[in-house]
């Protein structure tokens, strides 16, 4: 079965300085992940998307994120950050029964400091 | 391009009425439909998913129903409602049948009182 790790489930950034958000995948298969944002009160938004080709993928926003298969990670981060980054993020995994059904992390919550 | 929409954007019901909540896609045909909600303060929870007219999954049994009577139509409905159907109600669509992504509606905040 699939299952995904966020490992803060809050953290906390000076505007300016790098992101760092962590997610662990456990899949018995090669997985699609993903990475979404969400506003307060707003849908989720697709930040980028891994789908085994390579393994360094940029997404919108200065985002990007490694996969790495040795360590079953696939972190987000971004070398600056912006006010406008707070927001809550989940890292996503694909599931292996189809229908394009996704199996959530429980979500960092990122705040930005002046 | 195509476009999600989701009404009401905020809700507010009594313990025991009605709900219908509905989501519409444009742009894109036989779409992949979801409904999730999100209690406050956790993670995503997928509630039903259809894969075209009238074919309906449920994941968690519960007190909510859905139903997709036209092709980009996304209907969840409750006939009682509780207070722990309170939640924000996010619709989502995708397309194909391998892994891709989903792309979310910008979802209701449903309140029981």
């Known amino acids: 079965a699939q299952s995904v790790t966020q490992l803060d489930s809050h953290v906390s950034v000076s505007e300016g300085t790098p992101v760092l958000l962590r997610c662990n995948y456990s899949?018995?298969?090669?997985?699609?992940l993903f990475w979404y944002v969400q506003h307060p009160n707003k849908g989720l938004q697709l930040l980028l998307k891994?789908?085994?080709?390579?393994?360094l993928v940029k997404g919108i926003n200065g985002f990007e994120a490694e996969f790495k298969k040795s360590e079953t990670s696939f972190h987000l981060t971004k070398p600056s950050a912006h006010m406008s980054d707070a927001a809550e993020y989940f890292c996503?995994?694909?599931?292996?029964?189809?229908?394009?059904?996704?199996?959530f992390g429980a979500g960092t919550r990122l705040a930005v400091h002046p | 391009s195509q476009t999600i929409h989701q009404w009401p954007a905020t809700l507010v019901q009594p313990v025991g009425s009605p709900l219908s909540l509905e989501c519409t896609v444009e742009g894109t045909s036989n779409p992949n439909l979801y409904w999730y909600r999100q209690a406050a303060g956790r993670g995503l929870q997928l509630l039903f998913y259809?894969?075209?007219?009238?074919?309906i999954s449920s994941e968690v049994p519960q007190n909510l129903s859905a139903s997709r009577p036209q092709d980009r139509q996304f209907i969840l409905s409750s006939k009682k409602l509780l207070l722990s159907d309170s939640g924000f109600y996010l619709c989502a669509w995708s397309v194909g049948s391998g892994t891709y992504e989903q792309y979310f509606g910008p979802g209701t905040r449903l309140t029981v009182t």
């Open positions: 899949s018995s298969y090669s997985p699609s």
């Open positions: 996503v995994v694909s599931d292996q029964g189809g229908y394009n059904k996704l199996i």
């Open positions: 259809s894969v075209g007219i009238g074919q």
């Open positions: 891994y789908t085994s080709a390579a393994t």
